[in-house]
């Protein structure tokens, strides 16, 4: 589980995003993040059954992102993300682009997959496969606990003209324009603080994988 102390911490960093305070807070960030780390051991351990293509020597250490922010290009100066992000590759893919990925933060707690905004090479093939092949995506994301899980995914971000490959006549255009293939599900914070914690979001990472297949298929 997530500890109550580890979702505190991240609450007060969001009050007191500064250096001073975070430099003061050390230990309490050392103690939520090593929580995440042992977490993310145990989710790992679940979705390799679930998905074969993760590498069984995947370290957790080095799936949990920086809390770091790279504020060199960016307005927004506060120098610590409020959130813990995590990254697993779905292996297999290129350049681990399709994976499944967990944000931990009060109250904005989830669990996601797929591949979010791909370049213009990995979109190109990937809504070749939509073309050739959208009733097996469809049967995927038209599935009623998927949708009750995850919404519709046609929902996303779309392009607001037609792919110049494609006709706006072409019955799956609503899926060949989304720029990314995205499926979510919010976590509450008693969710991720309770003792199944960890079988919860592998059992909703399990209605994510046949997504994720799709699109590495589409990859290969």
């Known amino acids: 589980m997530i500890y109550q102390e580890s979702l505190d911490f991240l609450k007060d960093l969001a009050e007191n995003n500064n250096r001073d305070w975070f430099t003061a807070n050390k230990e309490r960030y050392d103690a939520a993040r090593e929580n995440v780390i042992d977490f993310t051991g145990q989710l790992l351990a679940k979705l390799q059954k679930i998905d074969p293509a993760i590498d069984e020597t995947?370290?957790?250490?080095?799936?949990?992102m920086r809390i770091y922010r790279?504020?060199?290009?960016?307005?927004?100066?506060t120098p610590y993300k409020?959130?813990?992000?995590?990254?697993?590759?779905?292996?297999?893919?290129?350049?681990?682009?399709v994976e499944f990925y967990l944000q931990i933060q009060p109250g904005?707690?989830?669990?996601?997959?797929?591949?979010?905004?791909?370049e213009a090479p990995h979109l190109k093939v990937i809504r070749q496969e939509i073309?050739?092949?959208?009733?097996?995506?469809?049967?995927?994301?038209?599935?009623?606990?998927f949708v009750k899980?995850?919404?519709d995914f046609r929902k996303q971000e779309q392009l607001k003209s037609v792919p110049r490959e494609y006709s706006a006549e072409n019955e799956n255009i609503d899926l060949l324009k989304l720029k990314s293939f995205v499926a979510w599900?919010?976590?509450?914070d008693e969710e991720i603080t309770s003792g199944d914690a960890?079988?919860?979001?592998?059992?909703?990472?399990?209605?994510?994988?046949?997504?994720?297949?799709?699109l590495k298929n589409a990859l290969a």
């Open 70 to 77: 790279d504020i060199r290009f960016s307005k927004n100066k």
């Open 82 to 97: 409020n959130n813990f992000g995590v990254s697993i590759p779905s292996g297999g893919s290129r350049g681990g682009t």
């Open 198 to 214: 960890v079988q919860l979001v592998a059992d909703i990472c399990s209605k994510i994988y046949p997504l994720n297949v799709f």
């Open 149 to 151: 899980l995850f919404g």
């Open 185 to 188: 599900h919010k976590i509450t």
């Open 58 to 64: 995947v370290d957790a250490k080095k799936r949990v």
């Open 108 to 118: 904005n707690s989830f669990i996601g997959g797929g591949y979010w905004m791909p």
């Open 131 to 145: 073309d050739y092949n959208a009733s097996e995506l469809k049967a995927i994301i038209d599935d009623k606990a």
